[in-house]
């Protein structure tokens, strides 16, 4: 039993420090957008969606999203999309303009985008989702 205790006691106290040597949770913001959904692609937008390439949710993780969903809901007989993101890194532009250069991700908007219905702002702006202002957070 001792030399048991003898061998243990080390192996705790290293998984002990390397428990907090993890280092800084990284800064983390919150985005989050809206548009419309074509009521003849709702099918095609969530058939992709149930079915997400693995290229581009590679590149989603590699550009320092997390938390990533997409919510559908209808309202007032038009069907809406709400998206959510964590964005963790610390040049948002940059990560984006990382993410529309892929090919994968380019080819997957292809298939995405005429899904979208934008709303008036954001289809003035060229965009397909608008920005929605964060009003409250309970972390």
């Known amino acids: 039993m001792k030399k048991i205790l003898n061998c243990s006691l080390p192996?705790?106290?290293l998984i002990l420090i390397s428990g907090c040597a993890?280092?800084?949770?990284?800064?983390?913001?919150?985005y989050a957008w809206v548009t419309g959904l074509?009521?003849?692609?709702?099918?095609r937008y969530e058939y992709l969606?149930?079915?997400?390439?693995?290229?581009?949710?590679?590149?989603i993780t590699e550009c320092h999203i997390r938390n990533y969903s997409i919510y559908e809901?209808?309202?007032?007989?038009?069907?809406?999309?709400f998206s959510y993101l964590e964005y963790t890194g610390?040049?948002?532009?940059?990560?984006?303009?990382l993410m529309a250069a892929d090919p994968d991700t380019q080819r997957w908007w292809k298939e995405t985008d005429p899904c979208q219905a934008p709303l008036?702002?954001?289809?003035?702006?060229?965009?397909?989702?608008?920005?929605?202002?964060?009003v409250f957070h309970q972390p």
């Open 11 to 13: 192996l705790l106290a």
């Open 22 to 30: 993890t280092g800084p949770t990284p800064p983390v913001t919150r």
């Open 38 to 43: 074509k009521p003849d692609k709702i099918e």
């Open 49 to 59: 969606h149930s079915h997400p390439w693995p290229a581009v949710s590679r590149k």
């Open 73 to 81: 809901r209808e309202i007032g007989g038009q069907t809406y999309l």
């Open 90 to 97: 610390t040049n948002f532009d940059a990560d984006m303009k």
């Open 120 to 134: 008036p702002e954001a289809a003035a702006r060229g965009k397909i989702w608008s920005d929605a202002k964060e």
